[in-house]
């Protein structure tokens, strides 16, 4: 495999324009320019405190008050981000016909907010709070309303912004922290993504998989692939004899797979698809 650092990376270009059916997977990088940080560094490393787990956030109450108190604070810079040229790039890929899904590992949902339709969040999505016991699904904007209205002290606090919604508090006390219940029912509330250590729905999966197999090539955007539940498509591509190139600054742990890596930002390499709209017309 070999990298590239042009503006446009005639690789690139060619993938693109000569594969009918893209199988897209994308990652942190493609967001970095609305504003959200990504989680790893360009070796792969994570660049902050690993992300709260699936297990810490259902069985300790204290880990519950320390994430909804830092997701009070970080929310609103998730909420008010746009999509930025990455996301146009892509929903302008699938508008020409040649994007069979754009599978994201993502839960900012600023592919749709761009304009793409075939999308599936692979990890859910931020902005709804699913209860772990009714199964009732609500805004997330409705319960940053009542975290505010509980914890009053803490809704106006400034802070570094983190990946997904989170915020930097460290050296706070989190223990008198007000963490609403389902209005419902009364059972915990979670926000409707997956958490490291929980599994993504088989489902989710298995529909992503059908996908893949009816595309001709597979593209990453702005993923390291350092998760298992986004790699095990380019694994999966790659034993069915489909070709994957990737976009991304960093390595990734499918390095040894890919075609070809363009280290560039995401909006960067991805711009020839606004610019020269010719290059993904329909083959």
């Given amino acids: ?155 106006g606090l400034a802070a570094a912004t983190a990946p997904d919604g989170d915020a930097d508090l460290e050296g706070r006390d989190f223990s008198a922290f007000d963490v609403p219940d389902c209005i419902a029912c009364g059972g915990l509330l979670k926000p409707d993504v997956v958490f490291f250590g929980e599994s993504v729905p088989r489902e989710r999966v298995d529909t992503a998989m059908d996908h893949l197999q009816r595309a001709d090539a597979m593209l990453v955007v702005g993923s390291s692939l350092m998760v298992y539940s986004g790699f095990r498509f380019v694994q999966a591509a790659v034993r069915e004899g489909k070709p994957v190139a990737a976009v991304n600054l960093g390595r990734t742990r499918g390095d040894d797979l890919l075609r070809f890596r363009v280290a560039e930002p995401c909006g960067q390499a991805l711009a020839f698809l606004l610019d020269a709209p010719a290059a993904v017309a329909p083959a």
């Fill in 1 to 155: 495999m070999d990298y590239a650092l042009s503006m446009t990376d005639e690789r690139l270009v060619e993938f693109i324009a000569t594969h009918r059916r893209l199988f897209v997977l994308t990652g942190a990088g493609c967001s970095t320019d609305s504003g959200i940080p990504d989680y790893r560094d360009e070796d792969g490393g994570w660049k902050r405190a690993q992300p709260v787990t699936f297990q810490a956030f259902m069985g300790e109450p204290a880990t519950r008050q320390r994430y909804w108190a830092r997701s009070l604070v970080g929310w609103p810079r998730i909420g008010q981000a746009r999509p930025n040229g990455a996301h146009h790039a892509l929903a302008r890929l699938e508008a020409s016909g040649r994007c069979e899904l754009l599978l994201t590992q993502n839960v900012d949902r600023l592919h749709q907010a761009a304009g793409s339709g075939a999308v599936i969040d692979l990890h859910g999505r931020l902005d709804v709070v699913r209860c772990m016991a009714c199964e009732a699904r609500t805004p997330r904007a409705e319960l940053q309303a009542r975290l505010a209205q509980r914890n009053p002290d803490w809704a």
